[in-house]
């Protein structure tokens, strides 16, 4: 899944070394390769679809970009969500949004999505920590293949849609599985199980 370089980089050097093809990601100061598999490209295809009808059925100062990176507060990372939602209006005030299509404010991030893979330490302890520092206001952990540890997905381990909130400065958590309707503050009227989520790594969604 990885392929970490030796040496630690700044967010500047990423910046300038970064291709155009392919996804990186630099963690704590080393460019990381993200080589994700089919069932998890499935699932955040699906979302991306299911979210962009959202923006479009209310007409949401919204976007959804490909391969836009999220600058962290400590300067040293910055990720490339599976799915990041992007407030249109606040792109003007991003110092580094027209050069290299990179957003650091929570203003500009009303959501993002990781969809968790073999790395999953990184979903929900890295970029947890990274995201709430930020202050991004919600966050959403789709573990469709049930990954995580236990102490986050429960014993036995299942698959699970975690939703994190921000409140007063901290994440708070509300978890969805099988037929439960996922609630989001970003898109308080979308119509979307966990298990419709979890489909779409069958292809069946």
């Not at 975690?162 to 439960?180: A, H, K, P």
């Amino acid at each position: 899944m990885f392929q970490p370089l030796v040496e630690p980089i700044t967010f500047e050097e990423f910046i300038e070394w970064k291709p155009e093809n392919g996804r990186y990601e630099l963690h704590k100061g080393v460019i990381v390769e993200m080589q994700p598999t089919g069932d998890h490209e499935l699932v955040r295809a699906f979302l991306i679809r299911e979210l962009n009808f959202e923006i479009r059925r209310f007409n949401l100062a919204y976007s959804i970009p490909s391969q836009a990176l999220v600058k962290a507060v400590d300067k040293k990372s910055g990720y490339i969500p599976d799915v990041l939602v992007l407030n249109l209006t606040n792109l003007a005030n991003e110092p580094l949004w027209k050069k290299s299509s990179t957003v650091s404010q929570a203003e500009s991030i009303p959501l993002i999505v990781e969809v968790v893979s073999t790395n999953w330490r990184d979903d929900y302890f890295l970029k947890f920590g990274e995201y709430e520092e930020m202050g991004i206001s919600e966050y959403w952990i789709v573990d469709y293949a049930a990954l995580g540890g236990k102490r986050f997905i429960g014993n036995p381990k299942q698959p699970t849609v975690s939703v994190y909130t921000l409140v007063e400065g901290e994440y708070q958590i509300t978890q969805f599985r099988g037929n439960d309707r996922i609630e989001s503050l970003t898109f308080p009227e979308l119509d979307l199980t966990a298990e419709q989520v979890f489909q779409a790594a069958l292809g069946e969604a």
